[in-house]
């Protein structure tokens, strides 16, 4: 025996389905994400917007305590001149800073210089004026040499 397919023209009609409680519950939890998902989009962007004013007031509070910083630095500075300025008004001041620093005399003293006395600013003249800077670079046993050999050609009659 033989099957014989037969094909249908009619369309299969479906009568319409209810709704389960699992659809209804779909659509809800549905709405309920696009509506987080909503709040979420608003809360960035208003998270966004205020980003750009917080980060100029932090700058601007950094700035605002450099500057009363530098304001405190400053008011030092004055203070310190303004002891500066009193010290100087008073003559014993005034008499030690020209001892001290142009080596004024006061009537019937008598001042002395000491010119081989070392010098702890280091801008001295050597000793040698014939050494270049050259020499200074050479190797050490160069410089005892030319060292020794100067001391030799003194002793020579």
């Known amino acids: 025996m033989r099957h014989t397919w037969r094909v ?31 709040v979420w989009v608003v809360l960035l962007i208003a998270a ?3 980003a750009g004013p917080v980060q ?4 601007q509070q950094r700035q605002t305590q450099n500057l009363r910083a530098e304001v405190a630095q400053r008011q030092s500075a ?3 001149l303004r002891e500066r300025k ?9 008499k030690a800073l020209a ?3 142009l080596h004024f005399v006061m009537p019937g003293e008598t001042a002395y210089i000491v010119l081989d006395a070392p010098t702890d600013t280091g801008d ?17 046993w160069v ?15």
Do not use: C
């Open 8 to 38: 249908s023209t009619r369309q299969a009609t479906r009568p319409p389905r209810a709704r389960d409680d699992r659809t209804v519950v779909g659509l809800l939890s549905s709405s309920v994400a696009l509506r987080q998902t909503v």
């Open 48 to 50: 966004l917007q205020f």
């Open 56 to 59: 100029a007031l932090i700058a």
């Open 78 to 80: 004055v203070q310190d």
């Open 86 to 94: 009193a010290r100087l008004k008073d003559p014993n001041y005034i």
């Open 99 to 101: 001892r001290a620093r």
């Open 124 to 140: 001295s003249i050597p000793l040698d004026t014939n050494v270049t800077a050259a020499a200074a670079q050479a190797p050490w």
């Open 143 to 157: 410089t005892v040499h030319a060292v020794m050999s100067q001391s030799s050609a003194v002793g020579e009659p």
